[in-house]
């Protein structure tokens, strides 16, 4: 069993780029835990709540399969993060000491959301000495590097998108789209010869 650690800056970013991940490790008996930076409460649609998204990725992760106590959430405020590294990279310390991941997941290192960059710069420093794989977000990828891939089946690709439904409040984004996620999926996986895939860059890669 692995001990796996996805880092996600906002609620929701951890489903979108590993969700089927997420769920095939867990169906193979490994210990997924998910920590999200901020609810992004400056930034929800006026005829929500506020803090909607506290409620939307606690469904979302449970829905993956991941145990409600090994869901974590800080309230940094959106768009702020890279004001705030110190802070941010004493939590990731602290997270790497109670966990002690196998595997982390980061945004990428190139992402151009500021606080994804943050997120991926700090979790370097932190876990330097852990296997990181930065996971696609593709509206904020220039460049990705698809060096790693992690074969999916129709049941996990179901379940990411069926996680990503639980998100009422993201329904608008273009990128929250059932078809969409299946999509790309599928030419992550024609990549490899497989039905479904999700792809990662490798930051660092330990065999142990």
Known sequence: MKRVLVLAPHTDDGEFGCGGTINKM???GDDVYYCAFSAC?????????????????????????IK??????????VRTF???????LDDIIKLRSSIN????FIPALTDIHQDHKTIAEEALRA?????????????NNITFQTSCFFKL??????????????????????YSNEDFIKSLARVRGVQI????????????????
Do not use: C, M
Request: proline share 7%.
């Open 127 to 139: 876990f330097k000495f852990t296997s990181i794989l930065s996971y696609e977000l593709p509206w």
């Open 68 to 77: 409600p106590e090994n869901l974590i959430l800080k309230d940094y405020e």
């Open 153 to 174: 089946s129709d049941e996990n690709i179901q379940v990411k998108i069926q996680a990503l439904k639980q998100y009422q409040s993201q329904a608008h984004r273009p």
């Open 101 to 104: 991941p196998d595997i982390v």
């Open 26 to 28: 867990i169906n193979e």
């Open 41 to 65: 409460e400056q930034s929800v649609l006026p005829q929500f709540p506020s803090d909607i998204l506290i409620t939307e990725v606690k469904a979302a992760t449970r829905v993956l399969g």
């Open 193 to 208: 010869s497989a039905p479904y895939a999700e792809t990662f860059e490798v930051v660092r890669w330990i065999n142990s």
């Open 82 to 88: 890279n004001y705030r590294r110190q802070e941010i």
